[in-house]
């Protein structure tokens, strides 16, 4: 459980296997599952756009069906591991419960309308350290949320330094640990020249967090490399292939795509998907390469698309002309792939024979034998690259097409309005913040706090409280003054 060093007033530190009436049966991990499940953050996850916006249709995923998605396919990771373990007569296995922790609170951190809310909200905190979602996540469960309080103090007590004494949901470090996926601190102060992108790590004010945790964790052991703990691998591998596989999906279902329409892309998109494989597994791909690998193994392998598209042709007599196989080849293609993204049934069995396929590749790399906790995990090389590739597809064709800019850019409209109306210093703003970050805002007395704070609140919105709030500042036509913010 998180305490600061620096804070000699905090309680004494709980043991919670002696203290829980849950202890005959319910581990520590446990108990901060119970504690993640029932936090609002977790709630509101049912309203943050994954892919689509939720409003256009009940079938798109969301941040909360997406981590729960990730935490199932992470869990199953975690199971087949300590089978691959337990099979050799290694005694070392991985922690299920805190992998499917891991999983479920890998997005807590991200603000409404996804990946655009995150680049408006980072440029509007440039000169406060910026934002990030993996740094919200952090700052959500071990500031924000309200589970824990410290001895008799209230909900809110930040001194004048700045000194936040929060706890937010009071967890183990090997969960806290669980979702910490890059071992940075983020600069309190950034170059504006690059604004736009995105800083990966923690805050500053979170930095005895995490000193905290790796103590725990690693105790007096100096370790090399990167922090990051082998929960936090699962974790990390099962959202991209939930990315790669369920964000396809939706974009077949919502029409936008079909599997014919991978193997035909326009070559600006497959050269753009190459140069980005490359960079992530540090070998030269060309956008053949990458029509070659879609063609011949995600598909072909995976699926076994060339069975399907010829089964029907093996029953007809077998004197058939070549232009006859090449006319019957395309046709069922075509056919074949329409009923892919149309029939539920199809769908279900393409994204069930990926998710299958890439979780079968997952493998222990390397036990750490002085610090278990900063063991390794791997995909295989090829699975890796399949993931790549679809991951990749799908931002190419998707979040970067039309239909999808046009709402990017309302959403960054929306955000920075009410961004710039609660930070109006002469406007007095933060009064129409809701009266526990108020008083949170209220008690910080340098500037780089309270926008901080005015960031928490924003990031936190679901995406259609935003929209709320939004037409509350501007319509003439507002809600209603007794629906509370």
Not at 88 to 110: M, N, Q, R, S, T
């Amino acid at each position: 459980m998180y305490y600061s060093k620096s804070d000699k007033k905090r309680a004494q530190k709980i043991d919670i296997i002696k203290s829980s009436p849950y202890s005959s049966y319910r581990t520590p991990w446990r108990r901060d599952y119970g504690r993640l499940i029932h936090s609002a953050s977790f709630r509101r996850l049912q309203r943050k756009t994954q892919l689509f916006p939720g409003r256009e249709s009940d079938f798109f995923r969301n941040r909360l069906t997406h981590s729960l998605e990730v935490a199932q396919i992470a869990k199953s990771i975690a199971l087949k591991i300590n089978y691959d373990l337990l099979s050799a007569g290694e005694k070392y296995c991985v922690e299920p419960d805190i992998v499917e922790f891991a999983g479920l609170a890998h997005d807590l951190g991200h603000p409404p309308f996804g990946h655009f809310g995150e680049e408006i909200l980072n440029r509007m905190m440039i000169k406060y350290g910026g934002f990030e979602g993996n740094a919200q996540t952090l700052r959500l469960i071990t500031r924000i949320e309200k589970k824990q309080r410290v001895d008799s103090l209230k909900d809110v007590d930040i001194a004048s330094s700045g000194n936040d004494k929060r706890v937010g949901l009071n967890l183990t470090a090997r969960s806290i640990a669980s979702i910490l996926k890059y071992d940075k601190q983020i600069a309190t102060q950034m170059n504006k020249q690059v604004q736009i992108k995105l800083i990966k790590g923690y805050y500053a004010s979170e930095k005895d967090v995490v000193n905290w945790v790796k103590k725990n964790v690693c105790g007096n052991i100096r370790y090399p490399g990167q922090f990051k703990t082998i929960e936090c691998q699962i974790m990390d591998i099962a959202d991209d292939i939930a990315y790669s596989t369920y964000d396809l999906e939706d974009s077949f279902k919502a029409g936008f795509l079909e599997p014919i329409d991978l193997l035909c892309s326009s070559p600006e998109v497959l050269t753009n998907v190459a140069k980005k494989v490359s960079s992530a597994m540090g070998v030269v791909f060309s956008r053949e390469d990458v029509r070659d690998e879609i063609a011949e193994r995600i598909f072909f392998d995976i699926f076994k698309l060339p069975h399907r598209i010829y089964e029907d042709f093996y029953k007809k007599p077998s004197k058939q002309t070549l232009e006859e196989l090449h006319l019957f080849s395309i046709t069922n293609a075509k056919n074949i792939s329409r009923s892919i993204a149309q029939n539920g049934y199809d769908r279900t069995e393409l994204t069930s024979s990926f998710v299958s396929a890439f979780v079968g590749s997952v493998e222990i790399d390397k036990i750490n034998r002085s610090i278990p906790a900063l063991s390794t995990v791997k995909l295989k090389e090829e699975r890796k690259r399949q993931i790549e590739i679809l991951k990749h597809f799908v931002y190419e064709s998707q979040i970067l097409s039309p239909k999808i800019q046009i709402v990017a850019y309302r959403s960054k409209e929306i955000l920075q309005k009410i961004f710039e109306t609660l930070s109006n210093k002469n406007e007095k703003g933060y009064l129409l913040l809701p009266p526990d970050y108020r008083r949170v805002y209220e008690a910080c007395s340098k500037r780089k706090h309270q926008m901080r704070t005015i960031c928490d609140f924003i990031a936190g919105m679901t995406d259609r409280y935003a929209i709320e709030f939004y037409g509350r500042l501007t319509s003439e036509n507002s809600e209603t003054i007794f629906k509370p913010l």
